[in-house]
């Protein structure tokens, strides 16, 4: 029986394809929820973004990180409240391994993703293919079809 399970978001309108199918786990296993949305460490990508001084760097990460949080909790509240139990989670740095990492650390019993996410024009997105390739846990992939449905952002 699956007691606990992962949902990664990027926010994106194909991430919430995956979000029906947890919820239904949910209500079947009586499952607790851990949604996880992984910042993109730009600190790690400095000549990417340009050369910005640490406190800029961290100022945008405070940003990021408070709209996240934001966002969280409008799916919990709107998408989730029907749910038993559900633990949100912000990481920082590469999404794939940041999953698998909260993963191991929650111990849950499987993960249930998109099989792409925002901007991914293959069938499994990279992101999805790291975890499928090596997660120690169990991994449930949601085909996404069609054009993806939109998730509605915090104001």
Not at 13 to 39: M, N, S, W
Not at 84 to 92: E, F, M
Request: charged fraction near 30%; aromatic fraction near 6%; glycine fraction near 6%.
């Amino acid at each position: 029986m699956k007691k606990k399970i992962l949902w990664p978001t990027d926010f994106s309108g194909r991430a919430k394809h995956a979000l029906e199918t947890v919820k239904t786990l949910t209500e079947i296993h009586d499952a607790e929820i851990h949604v996880l949305y992984v910042i993109t460490d730009i600190a790690h990508h400095r000549g990417l973004y340009g050369n910005f001084e640490q406190d800029h760097i961290d100022r945008i990460f405070e940003w990021e990180h408070k709209k996240a949080a934001e966002r969280l909790d409008q799916i919990c509240s709107q998408e989730l409240e029907g749910c038993p139990l559900y633990v949100k989670h912000i990481a920082a740095g590469d999404p794939a391994e940041e999953i698998i990492k909260t993963a191991l650390q929650e111990k849950v019993d499987l993960v249930v993703l998109a099989t792409r996410g925002t901007g991914e024009a293959f069938q499994i997105g990279t992101v999805a293919e790291k975890i499928l390739k090596d997660s120690p846990v169990p991994v449930m992939m949601v085909p996404t079809s069609g054009e993806p449905v939109e998730m509605k952002k915090a104001s």
